[in-house]
Structure formats: C-alpha cells, structure tokens
C-alpha cells in the first residue's frame, strides 16, 4: 500500500528532476534480513530493527525505539513511524521525502529510557543525503545533518516517540 502511494508520487512532477547522482532512494529495495541493518547497530536487520518493524517485537529502550525509527526513516517505512509516535503528538499523515536517503545515525547522548523509566531522552546526529539539494537549498546532491534532542514516553511495555527539538 504504501509504495504504491510513493510510485503514485514519483509519476508526478517532483521526480522529473535529473536524478544527477544516481540516488534513488524510494527504489532501494527493502533489505532482507541478512543485511546489515541501517540503524548501524552492527547487527543484521532480520536481528535488529527488522522485527520492530514488523510488530514482532517491541523496542526495550527508548535508544532502541530511536534506531528503529532511524532504520524507517532510512527504509522509508511511514507507517512505523506514525505507528511509533505517540498520538498525542503523532501527524495525520507523514510523507517521507523520497529525495532524502538517510545514512549516518550517532547516539550522542541518552537519559533515562531504559525498561523501568516511563521518559527517556535520546539526543543524537543523523547525516542524509539530498538527491536533489532541496532540503539543504543548495540545488544539487548534497549531504545534511540533523542534530535532534528527542523526547520519549513509555505507556505499558512500549516506548513512543513524543518531539524533538533541533538546531
Ligand atoms: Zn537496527
């Protein structure tokens, strides 16, 4: 359902732009679970964020909430992103832009979070790549950095990402 919404997108006018550099992220196939997984834990994805992913499994901290968030932005998973939000924050929709290839998650810093806390904060720099510099507004492929100090909430046994603030 939902690469059919991108496929839909990307017939429009937004994807005639040249695509310079040969990234296309929205076509990067879903890796199976023997990849590596793009949280960059080290781990594969089928022992990573792959079960999170599917409702197989419920993330333990809040840090493992993050990268599994991290692992959808770069997947391009909407509906884990908004299943994980918490609603009293959570968007109505969420459209992923399909220019921005995510590449690079640091944790910088946590607290709190762990399996007996009901908050935790995770603070961490992701790096993305801009197929068409429309997000970092220098008109060509370019790489970005989001530096974000994101809230979490725990509600039973699952953690939810509240906000963030960046700079
Ligand atoms: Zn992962």
Redesign the pocket.
């Known amino acids: 359902m939902y690469k059919g919404a991108l496929l839909q997108k990307c017939s429009q006018s937004k994807c005639e732009t040249p695509r310079d550099n040969g990234i296309v992220p929205h076509d990067t196939p879903t890796p199976d679970d023997a990849a590596r997984?793009?949280?960059?834990?080290g781990?594969s994805?089928g022992d990573?964020?792959a079960p999170i992913h599917r409702g197989a499994g419920l993330a333990p901290t809040a840090e493992r909430l993050m990268?599994?968030r991290f692992?959808a932005f770069a997947l391009g998973l909407p509906e884990y992103l908004l299943d994980s939000w918490h609603p009293s924050t959570r968007p109505e929709e969420l459209e992923l832009d399909p220019h921005l290839r995510w590449q690079l998650l640091d944790i910088l810093r946590t607290e709190r979070g762990g399996p007996f806390d009901r908050t935790g904060i995770v603070e961490f720099r992701a790096t993305f790549r801009d197929g068409t510099g429309t997000v970092t507004g220098t008109g060509g492929s370019t790489r970005g950095e989001l530096h974000e100090t994101s809230s979490f909430v725990r509600e039973g046994q699952r953690w939810y990402y509240v906000d963030g603030v960046t700079d």
Request: glycine share 0%; hydrophobic share 10%; proline share 8%.
């Open positions: 997984c793009p949280c960059l834990s781990n994805y990573c964020c990268r599994s692992s």
